[in-house]
């Protein structure tokens, strides 16, 4: 995966973005050990500094925990990944009807405009 980073949020803070959201599409599974830091740093093309700085916040969320011995690993603790989820989709959601509303578009257009398209997915 390409990493692309933009202006105006903290580097560390866009790879918890990219992160969490790697947790929440199931690719890297509940209990599962995650990449490095120096793995995610390659990847990334940033300073290991910056990832240590990011696995630092997901600790401090619960979204991940350290083993000593063995490295980083996602909770399983349901109640952190239920909140997690919560607030994602809750930011992607807010973010679409603040978008839609602002080309003009009603609640009651924004509700049909999704059911449309949720009904297009099922296809």
């Excluded at 990449?35 to 990011?54: D, L, M, Y």
């Excluded at 919560?86 to 009603?106: A, F, P």
Aim: aromatic share 8%; charged share 30%.
């Amino acid at each position: 995966m390409e990493w692309t980073f933009v202006d105006g949020k903290p580097i560390y803070m866009q790879i918890v973005d990219i992160l969490r959201d790697r947790v929440a599409g199931r690719e890297y599974l509940p209990g599962e050990k995650i990449p490095s830091v120096r793995e995610i740093a390659v990847e990334a093309g940033v300073n290991p500094n910056t990832v240590q700085k990011a696995f630092a916040e997901l600790e401090r969320q619960g979204l991940v925990y350290t083993d000593r011995t063995s490295g980083r690993f996602v909770t399983k603790d349901e109640a952190v990944l239920n909140k997690m989820y919560d607030e994602l989709s809750s930011g992607y959601i807010n973010e679409l009807v603040t978008k839609l509303h602002n080309i003009g578009m009603t609640d009651n257009e924004i509700k049909d405009a999704v059911s449309r398209c949720i009904e297009k997915e099922k296809i």
